[in-house]
């Protein structure tokens, strides 16, 4: 072959190539959108391989109502109610329960112990409680990978800390996960004490990082017995590998708060608060000690069941997405602290993921909805511990205001109305009543609850997602929990593809066609960088034969 003909052939080569990559790799050829009529949609092809389950319904013995025990267990319909052993113990405490239900939990034998009956009322009241601070989502030294994996929503891992009961054991499910032990997950327990009971609260620092706990409305004394911290302040933070314990007899009753005085604005943000509630003192009142996860009061206390037929804890908490990367990206203890305390400025600091009770929506329908019937009085403990204010919103129904930060309003000031605005660290308990009346309620439904602020409904900036919920009527569930007649949407939002932005919008809705193709998502740089050489490659042919033409006319003139 001669040698002027090998860049044609070449080019001619190169140029065919990349037009068979560009025209038959599925890839690449076809956009990232919704797809023409009568095509096929690889992507939701791919997109359903990634879309869970709804509800994985692992455990559909503890939606039952049982007794463990000598502890009875109201039934929970959700996806994932809380472990009924779980519920039990924290209610006799680790020392008072069978062994057989103490291996049913992750707690460890000196998380709850309940003393003596000292004023013969039928309950304990001297109760000691153990706590530890948890890393989740956090960076391991093995390996890119992270360790005690804990998703807010599909595929959403953000870095947290949380306090938890002090555990035994390893704090994954087991030797071939990185997935969080069920009791290691956010948000921190709500804790319920005993109106006048002794209490004591460890802190058992277990993290890299110093901590506290600041009893937040709660009635306590600046200082211990012994003449220690006690309110929980930077100035006494408790050192990785120390423990500190705070001593309590609360005399005022309500729904109050605890979190981290240490770097309280990192520190809260990161997850490390929770609700604290101090019920009534009554006769034989057992109160659940820790409510862990699900927002469901599945023990409640003598005088909230006397007065409502149920109760549930709801915790409203933000993520700034910087914030939690940093204990993605480093496992020196020296390097997270520099990051997290000095080039990271929370002023600057942005609210990215809104959760209620640890989840995101999707994830709040399985374990956060606030599941009733007709003619109901259900109290909702609400606290905000998020950056920003919460404008509750509950589709379909009018609560009441019973009670601002712990103190019980009286009747004649009590309001009814359907946004709640709860200031940062504040609380609010509702009365809600599901009385079909044209005010308490519109009826029977799956009514949407939510932070009416707008960017509360978004994770990252993608809407459904943030802190929506459901007040969701029993008969409009299925046997799993879940609400019904949203098929269509859980086939789209189940999706990590969906929050990856990887996924075109409306893509597998009955109206899709109607819009029309929405084209790619984001530039496809490999499919314009194949069509700029495949170009580039016929504009070399072009001026090839052009300057080949141009040689032979002048060869022609020369002879």
Same mark, same amino acid.
């Given at each position: 072959?001669?040698?002027?003909?090998?860049?044609?052939?070449?080019?001619?080569?190169?140029?065919?190539?990349?037009?068979?990559?560009?025209?038959?790799?599925?890839?690449?050829?076809?956009?990232?959108?919704?797809?023409? %009529?009568?095509?096929?949609?690889?992507?939701?092809?791919?997109?359903?391989?990634?879309?869970?389950?709804?509800?994985?319904?692992?455990?559909?013995?503890?939606?039952?109502?049982?007794?463990?025990?000598?502890?009875?267990?109201?039934?929970?319909?959700?996806?994932?109610?809380?472990? %009924?052993?779980? #519920?039990?113990?924290?209610?006799?405490?680790?020392?008072?329960?069978?062994?057989?239900?103490?291996?049913?939990?992750?707690?460890?034998?000196?998380?709850? #112990?309940?003393?003596?009956?000292?004023?013969?009322?039928?309950? %304990?009241?001297?109760?000691?409680?153990?706590? $530890?601070?948890?890393?989740?989502?956090?960076?391991?030294?093995?390996?890119?990978?992270?360790?005690?994996?804990?998703?807010?929503?599909?595929?959403?891992?953000?870095?947290?800390?949380?306090?938890?009961?002090?555990?035994?054991?390893?704090?994954?499910?087991?030797?071939?996960?990185?997935?969080?032990?069920?009791?290691?997950?956010?948000? !921190?327990?709500?804790?319920?004490? $005993?109106?006048?009971?002794?209490?004591?609260?460890?802190?058992?620092?277990?993290?890299?990082?110093?901590?506290?706990?600041?009893?937040? @409305?709660?009635?306590?004394?600046?200082?211990?017995?012994?003449?220690?911290?006690?309110?929980?302040?930077?100035?006494?933070?408790?050192?990785?590998?120390?423990?500190?314990?705070?001593?309590?007899?609360?005399?005022?009753?309500?729904?109050?708060?605890?979190?981290?005085?240490?770097?309280?604005?990192?520190?809260?943000?990161?997850?490390?608060?929770?609700?604290?509630? #101090?019920? $009534?003192?009554?006769?034989?009142?057992?109160?659940?000690?820790?409510?862990? @996860?699900?927002?469901?009061?599945?023990?409640?206390?003598?005088?909230?069941?006397?007065?409502?037929?149920?109760?549930?804890?709801?915790?409203?908490?933000?993520?700034?997405?910087?914030?939690?990367?940093?204990?993605?990206?480093?496992?020196?203890?020296?390097?997270?602290?520099?990051?997290?305390?000095?080039?990271?400025?929370?002023?600057?600091?942005?609210?990215?993921?809104?959760?209620?009770?640890?989840?995101?929506?999707?994830?709040?329908?399985?374990?956060?909805?606030?599941?009733?019937?007709?003619?109901?009085?259900?109290?909702?403990?609400?606290?905000? /511990?998020?950056?920003?204010?919460?404008?509750?919103?509950?589709?379909?129904?009018?609560?009441?205001?019973? !009670?601002?930060?712990? #103190?019980?309003?009286?009747?004649?000031?009590?309001?009814?109305?359907?946004?709640?605005?709860?200031?940062?660290?504040?609380?609010?308990?509702?009365?809600?009543?599901?009385?079909?009346?044209?005010?308490?309620?519109? @009826?029977?439904?799956?009514?949407?609850?939510?932070?009416?602020?707008?960017?509360?409904?978004?994770?990252?900036?993608?809407?459904?997602?943030?802190?929506?919920?459901?007040?969701?009527?029993?008969?409009?569930?299925?046997?799993?929990?879940?609400?019904?007649?949203?098929?269509? /949407?859980? !086939?789209?939002?189940?999706?990590?593809?969906?929050?990856?932005?990887?996924?075109?919008?409306?893509?597998?809705?009955?109206?899709?066609?109607? /819009?029309?193709?929405?084209?790619?998502?984001?530039?496809?740089?490999?499919?314009?960088?194949?069509?700029?050489? !495949?170009?580039?490659?016929?504009? @070399?042919?072009?001026?090839?034969?052009?300057?080949?033409?141009?040689?032979?006319?002048?060869?022609?003139?020369?002879?």
């Amino acid at each position: 072959m001669k040698k002027k003909y090998l860049i044609p052939l070449l080019a001619l080569l190169v140029t065919a190539l990349l037009a068979v990559a560009v025209f038959w790799h599925p890839q690449l050829a076809e956009p990232a959108g919704i797809d023409a %009529p009568g095509t096929v949609n690889r992507q939701s092809a791919d997109a359903t391989l990634s879309t869970e389950q709804p509800c994985p319904n692992e455990h559909p013995e503890w939606r039952q109502a049982q007794v463990i025990d000598g502890v009875s267990i109201t039934a929970s319909p959700a996806c994932q109610p809380d472990n %009924p052993y779980d #519920v039990a113990t924290a209610v006799k405490g680790t020392n008072n329960v069978s062994m057989a239900t103490l291996m049913q939990t992750d707690l460890a034998q000196d998380a709850l #112990v309940m003393g003596d009956d000292v004023d013969n009322d039928g309950d %304990p009241d001297v109760i000691h409680i153990k706590l $530890e601070v948890v890393e989740l989502n956090g960076a391991s030294p093995d390996g890119t990978f992270l360790m005690n994996t804990y998703d807010i929503a599909p595929g959403i891992q953000p870095g947290l800390w949380v306090y938890a009961p002090k555990s035994r054991g390893m704090g994954v499910k087991n030797f071939n996960s990185k997935v969080a032990a069920p009791i290691l997950r956010a948000p !921190s327990p709500t804790i319920r004490v $005993e109106q006048g009971d002794k209490v004591f609260i460890t802190l058992e620092n277990t993290h890299y990082l110093p901590h506290t706990i600041h009893l937040h @409305g709660v009635d306590h004394p600046w200082m211990t017995a012994a003449g220690h911290d006690n309110d929980g302040m930077e100035e006494h933070a408790v050192y990785p590998g120390k423990s500190h314990t705070y001593e309590i007899q609360p005399r005022h009753t309500g729904s109050m708060l605890y979190h981290c005085h240490v770097q309280t604005a990192q520190h809260m943000m990161m997850g490390l608060g929770g609700l604290f509630v #101090v019920e $009534e003192n009554r006769p034989n009142n057992w109160v659940q000690t820790f409510n862990i @996860g699900a927002g469901h009061v599945r023990h409640p206390s003598v005088a909230v069941a006397k007065a409502y037929s149920q109760e549930y804890d709801l915790l409203y908490q933000s993520v700034d997405k910087r914030l939690a990367a940093i204990v993605q990206t480093a496992n020196d203890p020296r390097l997270v602290a520099q990051r997290m305390a000095r080039d990271y400025n929370i002023t600057e600091s942005f609210e990215n993921y809104f959760l209620l009770n640890g989840h995101s929506f999707p994830f709040t329908l399985r374990d956060s909805m606030v599941i009733a019937n007709d003619n109901e009085n259900i109290k909702l403990r609400v606290g905000n /511990l998020q950056r920003a204010t919460v404008a509750l919103h509950i589709h379909g129904h009018k609560a009441t205001i019973t !009670s601002y930060d712990g #103190v019980e309003l009286p009747e004649n000031q009590q309001i009814t109305r359907d946004v709640f605005d709860i200031a940062t660290a504040q609380r609010v308990d509702l009365s809600l009543k599901t009385q079909n009346n044209g005010l308490n309620s519109y @009826g029977p439904g799956l009514w949407m609850f939510h932070d009416h602020v707008p960017t509360g409904t978004t994770s990252d900036g993608l809407e459904p997602g943030g802190n929506m919920a459901i007040l969701a009527y029993q008969p409009l569930l299925d046997e799993r929990g879940m609400p019904k007649m949203h098929d269509a /949407l859980f !086939s789209q939002i189940f999706s990590k593809d969906y929050y990856a932005k990887q996924q075109a919008v409306w893509q597998q809705a009955d109206y899709a066609k109607v /819009l029309g193709d929405a084209g790619v998502i984001a530039p496809n740089y490999v499919q314009i960088i194949i069509f700029g050489l !495949s170009v580039g490659s016929l504009v @070399g042919l072009l001026i090839w034969a052009l300057n080949r033409k141009q040689a032979n006319k002048t060869d022609k003139d020369k002879q």
